[in-house]
């Protein structure tokens, strides 16, 4: 497993599209394609899962790693001054990275798995239920530890990693479903909805530079900002 590089080289294959850095592709994923159809089945997702082509799942996972290279990018950024990574450089990153609606949804998905973390009467169970998450955070922290987010990463981490990742896919599959309730969501579907989406389509792109606020035309798009209800 390489460790993650904030100077990551670009593809020379790609200097004649775009001039920016692309994201390195992992090989490996702390998840596997079951990983996330469980996530979308027992999650906000649940009523709406059967409306969910099984080729997408896929590429959910897919895009859900681009968001993980990122999102780690970023919290080694932050982690390095310090030298340790804990869930205040997972916070700051989400924040950093993520529009404010965005942000603010896998904020609270985070403190939720995190007291339900702490509050449980079961240390013998593994993190994950612990956590009532779904994608395993030991796997998470492994990957944490080997691709060097920091030198040393606290227990919260992982945790905190973990139910993002889980709230962004969830957010994923909420933002890109037809309104139409027969309509089914395909893989076609997804990249289409993403395209049109200013939250989404930079934070998915494979290109280092965070084009943010934009949809796929180019178009700027007004971030949305968490609900104060």
């Known amino acids: 497993m390489e460790t993650i590089n904030t100077n990551v080289t670009a593809a020379d294959e790609f200097v004649w599209v775009d001039s920016h850095n692309r994201l390195v592709e992992l090989q490996q994923l702390p998840w596997s394609n079951h990983d996330v159809l469980c996530v979308i089945k027992h999650g906000r997702c649940r009523d709406s899962w059967s409306r969910i082509c099984m080729e997408t799942i896929p590429r959910l996972s897919y895009l859900l790693q681009r968001s993980l290279v990122r999102l780690s990018r970023e919290i080694q950024r932050l982690s390095r001054p310090v030298g340790m990574t804990s869930r205040q450089e997972v916070c700051g990153a989400l924040k950093i990275l993520l529009s404010p ?16 973390f702490s509050m449980s009467d ?86 280092a530079h965070l084009n943010a606020g934009r949809t796929a035309t180019g178009a700027l798009a007004i971030p949305r900002f968490p609900s104060s209800s």
């Open 101 to 116: 609606a965005l942000a603010d949804s896998c904020l609270k998905g985070c403190s939720r798995a995190a007291a339900m």
């Open 122 to 207: 079961q240390p013998t169970e593994g993190k994950s239920s612990r956590a009532c998450l779904q994608l395993s955070v030991g796997r998470v922290q492994r990957w944490m530890v080997d691709v060097r987010l920091g030198r040393f990463v606290h227990e919260f981490a992982p945790v905190y990693l973990t139910a993002a990742l889980e709230t962004l896919l969830e957010e994923f599959v909420l933002q890109s479903l037809p309104p139409d309730l027969e309509v089914p969501l395909t893989a076609a579907a997804l990249e289409s909805a993403i395209a049109s989406n200013g939250d989404l389509w930079g934070l998915l792109q494979p290109y």
